[in-house]
């Protein structure tokens, strides 16, 4: 393994379990954080998450009995990011159903952050067996993997190198994270560069991965299938939280899934697993209470 991913590694992987690849195709690997044991609780981060997002929530879950098991979608993390992959939303809760069927994780509490939500979703009516419930951080029905603002600034990704790198990237993930939260306390240098770890490793992967994501297109929608679901679904919504699950998208989630509550916790911005993690490990107890 190269000395750069071994470092990348050490920084942003959480302080207990233990991490490894599933490959789910020749040319495709997720990256999976273990640790603890029992009801399996699987965590999937968002467009600019990793394991690392979770280290505040793993230790609760495994504290209280939980097998906490994250998965990062390819292209997210220290997952594979090949150029010509499917990375539509409907790909990605397919390749994470496979990897939970290899670890025998079935009947899992799904907690999902942003847009992993929308991948949440999609596992649970198209695999129903792996998904015993659901809890959305901040995530609504997205269509795509990126948001039309996300897309836009894609057309800028060539240039990304001539302007700065890794540098670039960090300072506007830094500012985005300040952006959107609620006590930002949390948002350091030291952060920014874990949250980062992951497409430091390469950075031609990561753009040219970043591009096939915009460019994704779903071979199927989200909204027809919602009835579908038949997993409890619980929403936390921060509530000084600012670009979080837009309130259609929750009108939508309430007219159309089988059980749906949403929790406002206070205080907190688009990351609650930073900001208020004991309100994720308090959801996961109740979402099949």
Known sequence: MPILLLAALSLAAPDSGRSYHVSVSKAESLFVTESGEGQPVVLIPGLFGSAYGYRKVLPLLVENGYRAIVVEPLGIGFSGRPERADYSLTAQADRIAMTLERLDARGAIVVAHSVGASIAYRLAYRHPELVRGIVSLEGGTAESVMTPGTRAAMR?????????????????????????GGDTAWVTDEVVQAYTAGAAVNLDETLKSLLAMSAA?????????????????????????????????????????????????????????????????GAVQRVTS
Do not use: Y
């Open 156 to 180: 800028f990704i060539p240039w990304v190198k001539w302007f700065g790198g890794m540098k670039l990237i960090r300072k506007r993930i830094r500012k985005s994270l300040i952006e959107t």
């Open 217 to 281: 297109k779903e071979p199927e929608k989200l909204k027809p299938h919602l009835a579908e679901v038949q997993a409890p679904v619980l929403l936390l919504v921060g509530g000084a939280s600012k670009g979080g699950a837009p309130g259609a998208e929750i009108a939508l989630l309430r007219s159309s899934l089988a059980s749906f509550r949403v929790d406002t916790i206070a205080g907190s911005g688009l990351f609650v697993q930073e900001e208020r993690p004991e309100a994720v490990l």
